[in-house]
């Protein structure tokens, strides 16, 4: 029988935003802080960022007041766009967020204590960059030829067995690249931001969980005759929901590209980082279960296939074939609702990935039976939004992106965070979350749906016992209590 669990934490909430306007990566060339010695450079009002797993970009934005220095110039006019910027939450060695300035907004106001001066910067993740990479093939721009001899190029590059997320991202980056400079429009002003705050190659920038391999070839029109964006060549190939291509700062706080497969297999589930939600930094939380939406069919196929779209979509409704994946308890229910899944590519045949793999048919077989066990239960499932307290003193076990976290018993997806503060206020992570259910903590696999849910901290009086902070994903502890409160 447990005791119930109760404590007190305490922090002195210290974020620290560094600002490169020159372009010098070593050095900032202001700091705000709240430490009152630092002089105008402590009016620090407020800060926001955020991160989400369907989104490249990332957002952020900081609020500083300046009454300006003896000649009247503000920071308004200290800090441009395209400065990058640096968040720090508790650990003033690793950023929890990177990011570069899109606007800038200023606003004076009389009020009772005088001229008040309030300066807004927003802006977007410094992976926007990357995600923004363009090339124009116009031909109307000197040096552009006609672009079919550069899309050849790419779909032969591409065009090789094993083809993998690493080298299908390296292989498109390189040649983005190569094509702008050769055509003399590249953007060295973005290369060179691209260089010094995050690595000029995917070997550095790009996260893959695992060595995933294409079920098929890859064949798509990367380049028009207009603006070619990289993010958009990428998304076309590796489409939602069966990849996921995002921004976020690593535990290392370096920023990143993760691109990978959606967790369809129980160990996938298990590597992911999980963190537990502690009852003392617990601000609000609220839950749905619905049926808005279910999925009972699941398909994909591949555009150039000789299994084409139409074929698919006259037997997915047949009781006999062994392509579709269906969920006929809940066809019962929902009737005939499929998840399509479209790949651009095209058959070969004896398509081999591995030795237990003979032709694309048994890939693509194997495939929706991975999205029927994914997707299937989701009216089953919890998601909503928990609000906790940033923790400034162990920012290691702040929640990320794109993780898991431990909360009411159950386990859940981390779809976006979303961190705020402002001046004398407490700094908290707004996290989204879906697939709340019981998962096996040995072996990952989806369980039970999670019960009295309703019951479970109520008015936030927590008695249970569960795990607070961050646990590596290769961790098969069971919850084991919280930590000791800092007193």
Request: negative net charge.
């Amino acid at each position: 029988m447990t005791k119930p669990w109760t404590g007190v934490e305490w922090q002195s909430p210290d974020p620290k935003i560094e600002i490169f306007t020159k372009g010098n990566a070593s050095s900032p060339d202001i700091t705000y802080c709240p430490d009152p010695r630092a002089g105008r450079w402590a009016n620090l009002l407020s800060y926001t960022f955020s991160e989400s797993v369907d989104s490249l970009e990332g957002s952020f934005s900081f609020a500083v007041e300046d009454s300006g220095d003896k000649e009247g110039n503000t920071v308004f006019d200290l800090i441009p766009v395209r400065s990058i910027v640096k968040i720090y939450e508790g650990d003033l060695k690793k950023p929890a967020f990177v990011g570069i300035i899109r606007r800038c907004h200023f606003e004076s106001a009389m009020t009772d204590q005088g001229v008040r001066r309030s300066i807004v910067f927003t802006g977007k993740s410094i992976i926007s960059c990357i995600s923004e990479y363009t090339i124009s093939l116009d031909v109307r721009i000197h040096k552009v030829a006609d672009p079919t001899s550069k899309r050849k190029e790419l779909t032969n590059r591409l065009a090789r067995e094993n083809m993998t997320i690493e080298k299908f991202m390296k292989i498109t980056w390189e040649h983005f690249k190569e094509v702008s400079e050769e055509f003399g429009i590249s953007t060295t002003g973005i290369a060179d931001i691209i260089n010094k705050f995050i690595g000029g190659s995917p070997g550095v920038f790009v996260e893959i969980s695992g060595q995933q391999k294409f079920r098929y070839n890859i064949s798509h029109v990367f380049y028009n005759a207009s603006n070619n964006v990289i993010a958009d060549a990428w998304r076309n190939i590796l489409p939602e929901p069966v990849y996921e291509i995002f921004s976020r700062c690593n535990n290392k706080g370096e920023p990143r590209i993760v691109a990978r497969q959606v967790p369809f297999d129980p160990a996938d589930w298990r590597k992911l980082d999980v963190y537990g939600i502690s009852p003392l930094s617990l601000v609000s939380y609220a839950l749905d279960r619905d049926d808005e939406e279910v999925y009972t069919a699941f398909m994909s196929y591949i555009m150039g296939s000789v299994m084409s779209k139409q074929f698919y979509m006259g037997v997915s409704q047949t009781s006999n074939d062994d392509i579709v994946a269906h969920d006929r308890e809940k066809q019962m229910i929902y009737g005939f609702k499929p998840l399509q899944i479209d790949f651009i590519g095209y058959d070969r045949q004896g398509n081999m990935n591995d030795e237990k793999k003979s032709d694309l048919r048994t890939e693509l077989k194997e495939l929706n039976e991975k999205m029927k066990y994914w997707y299937s239960r989701l009216d089953e499932m919890y998601s909503g939004t928990i609000t906790l307290i940033t923790d400034f003193n162990q920012p290691e076990t702040n929640p990320r992106v794109g993780c898991r976290a431990r909360f009411l018993g159950g386990e859940f997806y981390i779809e976006q965070a979303e961190h705020s503060w402002k001046y004398g206020g407490t700094p908290t992570i707004k996290l989204t979350v879906s697939r709340g259910m019981n998962y096996d903590l040995s072996n990952g696999k989806m369980m039970i749906p999670m019960s009295n849910v309703g019951s479970k901290y109520k008015e936030l009086d927590v008695t249970a016992v569960g795990i607070v902070g961050f646990r590596p994903a290769d961790s098969v502890a069971d919850i084991v209590g919280y930590k000791p409160a800092k007193q």
